[in-house]
């Protein structure tokens, strides 16, 4: 073939282009996540022009009027109708404004403003040199224990980033459960795991072991993006789509436009099979379910203790809302091959997360375990494939969020010459020293033990019995098991409280200022409305249980 023939090949095979569509976003259904992004990168302006002395207050400021901002947003876009009739594809198809994309946005939302309190806590510690610190390093750049340290803390310095940080690890949950193709779900991972590791290694206290902490996490969290990214290559390859509804269509056999590459790819169902295998792996090691758990024991005892409660609660929110998009909406014609392994993994998190924390004597990792357990309950509501199981996962989520939050909370408080008194030993006799703390913390522990009167119980029901209307009955009885031994070490964290003796040299209960006083208030507050009353939240949960396509 002569040369031009080959040049008329390639030059009269495309078409000329006449002109490029300007991208079409509905800034207004978007308003919650760009109004945090915003106040986000006003945070970083105000860490570069405001003085000093000023940064903590102003900071304060622009991040709880930015997450009201937010969270009227999603209230307002709920009311419009957007969460149920409206429910559609925004953004190109990059994000999903239907009922769950909503109700997580604003669960997320409350958690963070509950999270955020905690973070901004600075009357538990002494007063250094005449200033008041929080739980974060004082310069975050210094050595541990060197020179430029003592003179950080010495000149009274504090980490005034953790503000915007926060707020960017917001806004990338806030998009996680809503994204709407493989990328978008991809770039919002990155966007709040980034702000998490460097929150992590932030403590004021141990250092050393908080920057562990953040380093295994940031490790094991590259390895599960790049098991995620390998997925969405091969799903790509198999589809030639990243779109959510598209995939879904090939998956089910329903595609109208079949090329020639498409056709190709189609029938290798291998493709699939390892491309969902790694994508699901991925958000599976984001809820920390078994075996994708180890890092979570580590870098909840290492990281800050607000952080690990903001963490816990804000992240299993947004992972646990992307995974079932991606099973609900991309992968319903796989169900017959996720089912078997999701119901796998959910007996061994649930009897895992169960059986280790028993043998914990570190109250952060005992909670860690519990995480742990609970990301398997929650797993037998998203195997439900229902819309009950949508809902009870939906329900469950906004239940454990705050319990999780005023739990770490209440650890803050409780406090010995080396700062936070983690190990258990210390917590005996807690009833008789203080017995409000003692008492509140009981609360958190029977809820998380599923008691009856807590919201712990109300989000166990729900999900158990989706499941075993899903069909998932040996389910719900390895749940209720594993439910009766966490119950034993719950339970006996309370028995240690109350019924053990003081030590003399045991540790203190600091009096915290309103802030935390404010989330463990809103946490006994929300453990117990939704424990007596939960049929309302039940209720908004169902309604808000259908995935647009």
Known sequence: ??????????????????????PKIEYGQLAPTLIIVGAAIVGILVEAFVPRKSRYYVQMFVSVVAIAAAFAAVVALAADGYGTTKAHIAAMGAIAVDGPALFLQGTILL??????????????????????????AAQAASVPGSESEKAAVKAGFTTTEVFPLLLFAVAGMLIFPAANDLLTLFVALEVFSLPLYLLCALARRKRMM???????????????SAFTLFGIALLYGYAGSMSYATIAQV?????????????????????????????????????????????????????????TGFMAAATKVAAFGALLRVLYVVLPGLRWDWRPVMWAVAIVTMLGGAIVAITQTDIKRLLAYSSIAHAGFILAGVIATTPDGVSSVLFYLAAYSFVTIGAFAVVTLVRDAGGEATHLSKWAGLGRRSPLVAAVFAVFLLAFAGIPLTSGFAGKFAVFKAAAEGGA???????????????FFYIRVIVLMFFSEPRPEGPTVAVPSPLTMTAIGVGVAVTLVLGVAPQYFLDLASQAGVFVR
């Open 111 to 136: 958690a963070a403003m509950v999270g955020l309190f905690t973070f901004a806590e600075r009357r538990l510690d002494p007063e250094v040199h005449g200033n008041r610190v929080d739980s974060f």
């Open 210 to 224: 908080s920057q562990e902490a953040a380093v295994k996490y940031f490790l094991l969290g590259a390895f599960a």
């Open 1 to 22: 073939m002569s040369a031009t023939a080959v040049h008329s090949l390639w030059t009269t095979a495309a078409e000329p282009i006449t002109k490029i569509d300007a």
């Open 251 to 307: 998956v089910d056999g329903t595609v109208q436009d079949v090329n020639p590459a498409l056709a190709g790819t189609m029938g290798n169902d291998a493709l699939l099979l390892i491309g969902a295998a790694l994508l699901v792996m991925g958000l599976l090691f984001k809820v920390g379910a078994v075996p994708f758990h180890m890092w979570t024991p580590d870098v909840y005892q290492g990281a800050p203790t607000p952080v």
């Open 473 to 487: 009955a040996p389910l719900v009885v390895v749940g209720v098991i594993s439910s009766a031994i966490a119950a």
